[in-house]
């Protein structure tokens, strides 16, 4: 007992000790990992001549087609509508790079809207008029979807557009009430996903002894592993989450080998408002007929609905854009919009996001470092036209939000922009 306290003392400094060398040994090991990222080939660039959009809309919503015009400059566009333009709409569409087609409601309505059907199909009547334009990438949502096309194209960086991919990370599962992003909706990582998988070590979900480099990778919070998809299929996320597409967990995996059922009893979708991005190789596999003829045999409760059902009947899935691997409470795809409830149906999405970019520039910062990360990265926003008293208003907003984007965008611009992942490792070690 006499010598008991020195001895404890002794073990005291021996752990400390070993705690400092792994802790100097950890900081050395990022630091090595950091110092690659400066050494890393710059990553496949894409520019706003190679993006295409798809807008869906009817006569109602003009005042919202004209001010999306102004905010798609630069990019190639097909309009979807429910009656024939005039000569003067179609030259002064072609003038601003427009291309407008027609495709009827669905009369008598078999959904929650009459224009459903035409939703559903916009990417594909796009791709019909825009094929030739040399696009590698489509954008598209609802009329009233605001894409920021500088952070779609840092989004892009490093996808393969001859790939089929369907982008989004704002889906629908399980009928979440305001929470149509669910951790558990299932989608697979981007074929890329792998290349750095050394730097994940730079982020805090993956900094640890038992970093395994042939493990599956798996976001924090995420309620599965998600499989690297190139492409995404139904029978790679039967596999990964089989629970969710078997009757039980522990069925033979031959179960996934055929046709994956669709889980329609889980409600699961990409979010129109939201908005998605398809690549060229996805929509050069899919003919306009195939899916106007899976689209109206769909039975479902709208065009979000209806557009991925028939993607998985064709074998897609969607993508995360694998942001969520640095940043697991990181979304591109209209960020803000569910902080207010039922689909942000009184604006407040908008109202909190442009907020947000005021309160950076003030004396209180309350846009903090984590808040500018999810604006820098914010790649669409939903501005609900039903939330307002006219389409005029609504197309009012959605001229707001984007020049307060455009002014927070330039005024936080540096002279060298980094590339995504080189983001991702900056804020990871600010907040590491």
Known sequence: MCGSGSIEADVAAFQMQQQ???????????????????????????????????VSADLTQLPLVHTGRQLRKGIRTAVAMDAYPTEEQRAEAAEAGETWVFYPNDLPKRSAYSGDTRWALAPFLAHQALNSSGYKWMLFGGADTVFFPEAVLQALEGFDPQIPYIITDNLWWEGKHGRPMHNNAPRCLPCHAEENRDLLRLTKGFRSSDFNKSALLRPSGWGFAPPVGCPCTPQLLCSAVPDVFEEAPDQDAEACLGDVPFPTDKDFGIHGGAGAIMSIGLLQRLSFSEMEQCVKGVASGNGEAFLTQCLWAKGFAPTDPGFSLYRPAARLFDPFQWSGHDDASQGHGVWEMTNRMKWDVSPEDTCNLECQDLLHYMVSAHVPAGAHASMEQAALEMQRLAAKYEWWWESHRTDSEPTTIYWSIDFAIATG
């Not at 950890?26 to 706003?48: G, T, Y």
């Open 20 to 54: 400092e060398r792994a802790l100097a040994a950890e900081k050395q090991d990022i630091a090595e990992l950091a110092a690659q990222v400066l050494q890393m080939p710059a990553a496949r660039q894409c520019s706003r001549a190679d993006l295409a959009a798809a």
